[in-house]
């Protein structure tokens, strides 16, 4: 998925590539207790990458029930160039 893009409604998300995840998923939101299982999942089977470092192309508003499209390639490129000298 990096190089591709994410449109959701009217915005556009680009995907720069894969990160390490957060220890924070480990916690319990409710409880605040580790369960350090989850890490070690994440690191077996993805190698510690299940994130995504992404940058804002085209802003705006996002509403549940919103569309969303993996766009890829030529579109994308041409969204991100558009968004940079569109100022």
Same mark, same amino acid.
């Given at each position: $998925?990096?190089?591709?893009?994410?449109?959701?409604?009217?915005?556009?998300?680009?995907?720069?590539?894969?990160?390490?995840?957060?220890? $924070?998923?480990?916690?319990?939101?409710?409880?605040?207790?580790?369960?350090?299982?989850?890490?070690?999942?994440?690191?077996?089977?993805?190698?510690?990458?299940?994130?995504?470092?992404?940058?804002?192309?085209?802003?705006?508003?996002?509403?549940?029930?919103?569309?969303?499209?993996?766009?890829?390639?030529?579109?994308?490129?041409?969204?991100?160039?558009?968004?940079?000298?569109?100022?």
């Amino acid at each position: $998925m990096p190089g591709c893009c994410l449109r959701i409604g009217t915005v556009d998300i680009g995907v720069q590539d894969l990160r390490l995840r957060c220890i $924070m998923t480990s916690y319990d939101p409710d409880t605040q207790v580790q369960d350090k299982e989850i890490t070690r999942n994440i690191y077996q089977r993805f190698e510690g990458k299940l994130a995504l470092n992404c940058f804002v192309i085209e802003g705006g508003e996002i509403a549940v029930g919103d569309d969303v499209q993996l766009v890829r390639g030529r579109a994308c490129a041409e969204s991100a160039a558009a968004a940079v000298f569109a100022d």
